[in-house]
């Protein structure tokens, strides 16, 4: 059999290989690139939805099944990992973020539901997969990302431009690296709009795979603003298993839906604590609301995190748990609620690629 009869028979074989995530064949979303043949082994590029799959291992193992001993000569496969998390079409009315190709909300209904400190661990997270990734505090009356990251410098400009500060890889702007840390912020809606507008469109974000935004808890003008400026990929919904956090929820999901942003997923935070000393589990604030709240919405579930002193001491002293330990059990947690958020973000892009061009979402009038 000549080259050229191999390499179609090649073609023919990964046809039959789906994304484990999208169920369509890889070769026809075009996510298998550059193939070609070396002796006995076969090399191509994967290129993924995400640079956070969960799913590479099994990925190799359907290519490897599909191909070696199935096609005449070939013996193994070898793969060069690749992404492109910008499958989103533009939304009228709406500004891309220059070089920034996913931003996601994190949001809440309600304080003290510890909706920062998943926002700091998710976007931690997301970077060790080998991701871009940047965190915008939205958070202007409380923003608490430069204690939880141990930030005390001030952001630097460059031709009018604010360059955002780095901690370990992850760029980094707040409004409270800005302002002094005993001034209260005291802005009725078009200060925050301006102020927010200024933090997506005027910092030199750079390339960035992920744009994870912590918002201020409710259904104000921030959350507003946000979503009647940038086409947001979607938002993540933080709550606590008890009645009262999720009945603020639902109020929250409301709106995404009714501005047409795309609800990826609720997120169950302080989900039992887990004694330190004997292992025993307490449902302190109950448990499995945040599931059955997501099974009711019809909306995903990205996972339960449990309420730990290892997590909140981390944030304390401006070293977030998933990075000064990425190996403890807690922080291998949040990765997996990561790897469930990339996953939702990848089907959520490819099902907008694949609509029609939408609408800007209805104006409500902010301020």
């Given at each position: 059999?000549?080259?050229?009869?191999?390499?179609?028979?090649?073609?023919?074989?990964?046809?039959?290989?789906?994304?484990?995530?999208?169920?369509?064949?890889?070769?026809?979303?075009?996510?298998?690139?550059?193939?070609?043949?070396e002796?006995?082994?076969?090399?191509?590029?994967?290129?993924?939805?995400?640079?956070?799959?969960?799913?590479?291992?099994?990925i190799?193992?359907?290519?490897?099944?599909?191909?070696?001993?199935?096609?005449?000569?070939?013996?193994?496969?070898?793969?060069?990992?690749?992404?492109?998390?910008?499958?989103?079409?533009g939304?009228?009315?709406?500004?891309?973020?220059?070089?920034?190709?996913?931003?996601?909300?994190?949001?809440?209904?309600?304080?003290?539901?510890?909706?920062?400190?998943?926002?700091?661990?998710?976007?931690?997270?997301?970077l060790?997969?080998?991701?871009?990734?940047?965190?915008?505090?939205?958070?202007?009356?409380?923003?608490?990302?430069?204690?939880?990251?141990?930030?005390?410098?001030?952001?630097?400009?460059?031709?009018?431009?604010?360059?955002?500060?780095?901690?370990?890889?992850?760029?980094?702007?707040s409004?409270?690296?800005?302002?002094?840390?005993?001034?209260?912020?005291i802005?009725?809606?078009?200060?925050?709009?301006?102020?927010?507008?200024?933090?997506?469109?005027?910092?030199?974000?750079?390339?960035?795979?992920?744009?994870?935004?912590?918002?201020?808890?409710?259904?104000?003008?921030?959350?507003?603003?946000?979503?009647?400026?940038?086409?947001?990929?979607?938002?993540?919904?933080?709550?606590?298993?008890?009645?009262?956090?999720?009945?603020?929820?639902?109020?929250?999901?409301?709106?995404?839906?009714?501005?047409?942003?795309?609800?990826?997923?609720?997120?169950?935070?302080?989900?039992?604590?887990?004694?330190?000393?004997?292992?025993?589990?307490?449902?302190?604030?109950?448990?499995?609301?945040?599931?059955?709240l997501?099974?009711?919405?019809?909306?995903?579930?990205?996972?339960?995190?449990?309420?730990?002193?290892?997590?909140?001491?981390?944030?304390?002293?401006?070293?977030?748990?998933?990075?000064?330990?990425?190996?403890?059990?807690?922080?291998?947690?949040?990765?997996?609620?990561?790897?469930?958020?990339?996953?939702?973000?990848?089907?959520?892009?490819?099902?907008?690629?694949?609509?029609?061009?939408?609408?800007?979402?209805?104006?409500?009038?902010?301020?």
């Open positions: 059999m000549d080259e050229r009869t191999r390499l179609a028979a090649l073609e023919d074989a990964l046809a039959k290989v789906q994304d484990p995530e999208l169920h369509r064949p890889m070769m026809q979303l075009g996510m298998l690139k550059n193939l070609r043949l002796g006995s082994t076969v090399k191509l590029r994967v290129v993924l939805t995400t640079p956070a799959c969960p799913l590479k291992d099994r190799e193992g359907e290519i490897a099944k599909a191909v070696v001993g199935k096609v005449d000569g070939v013996e193994r496969v070898e793969l060069e990992w690749d992404s492109d998390v910008s499958r989103t079409k939304v009228t009315g709406r500004q891309d973020i220059p070089g920034v190709r996913n931003t996601v909300a994190v949001s809440a209904g309600k304080g003290g539901v510890g909706k920062t400190t998943v926002a700091v661990n998710l976007a931690f997270a997301l060790r997969t080998g991701a871009r990734v940047g965190l915008l505090d939205a958070d202007i009356y409380g923003p608490n990302v430069p204690i939880m990251l141990g930030l005390d410098e001030r952001p630097s400009s460059r031709d009018g431009r604010m360059i955002p500060l780095r901690k370990s890889g992850l760029e980094v702007v409004i409270g690296s800005i302002i002094d840390p005993d001034k209260p912020v802005w009725r809606g078009p200060m925050l709009a301006g102020a927010l507008r200024q933090f997506l469109f005027e910092v030199e974000w750079g390339e960035l795979d992920y744009l994870v935004c912590d918002l201020p808890p409710g259904t104000g003008d921030v959350q507003l603003t946000l979503a009647q400026s940038i086409p947001l990929t979607g938002a993540v919904i933080v709550t606590t298993p008890q009645d009262v956090s999720l009945a603020d929820v639902g109020r929250g999901i409301a709106m995404f839906q009714q501005l047409r942003v795309p609800v990826l997923g609720v997120i169950e935070n302080m989900s039992g604590f887990v004694c330190p000393h004997c292992g025993e589990t307490t449902d302190v604030f109950s448990r499995g609301g945040g599931r059955e997501a099974e009711a919405r019809g909306l995903p579930f990205l996972g339960e995190i449990p309420l730990d002193p290892v997590v909140r001491i981390g944030g304390g002293i401006g070293q977030p748990l998933v990075l000064a330990q990425p190996q403890t059990p807690q922080a291998r947690i949040f990765e997996t609620v990561a790897a469930a958020l990339a996953g939702q973000i990848s089907q959520v892009n490819f099902q907008t690629a694949s609509a029609p061009e939408m609408p800007s979402g209805p104006r409500v009038p902010v301020g």
